[in-house]
């Protein structure tokens, strides 16, 4: 677990740090046929990068959605003077 936590939480600061494409750095740190490349296939092979993105995009949209159920709703009638 803690080597797990440490690559995601280096790779995160990495992104934020230079504020290079995670792409990009992927292809710094990645030697063919290494360790980093093979985790990375493995990590593809399951659709990690399209389960993330689908992830964080239900994410925002409840979000909203609560974000919108929260507004007050108007009062329909006038103020009665």
Do not use: Y
């Not at 740090?17 to 990375?40: M, N, R, W």
């Not at 239900?58 to 009665?80: C, H, I, V, W």
């Amino acid at each position: 677990m803690q080597l797990a936590t440490q690559t995601v939480k280096g790779a995160a600061t990495m992104v934020q740090l230079t504020g290079e494409h995670p792409g990009v750095l992927k292809d710094q740190v990645a030697s063919p046929g290494g360790t980093t490349i093979a985790g990375i296939e493995a990590l593809e092979k399951g659709s990690f990068r399209a389960t993330v993105m689908s992830a964080v995009t239900a994410s925002a949209d409840r979000a909203k959605q609560l974000a919108e159920q929260s507004k007050p709703t108007p009062n329909p009638r006038p103020p009665m003077t």
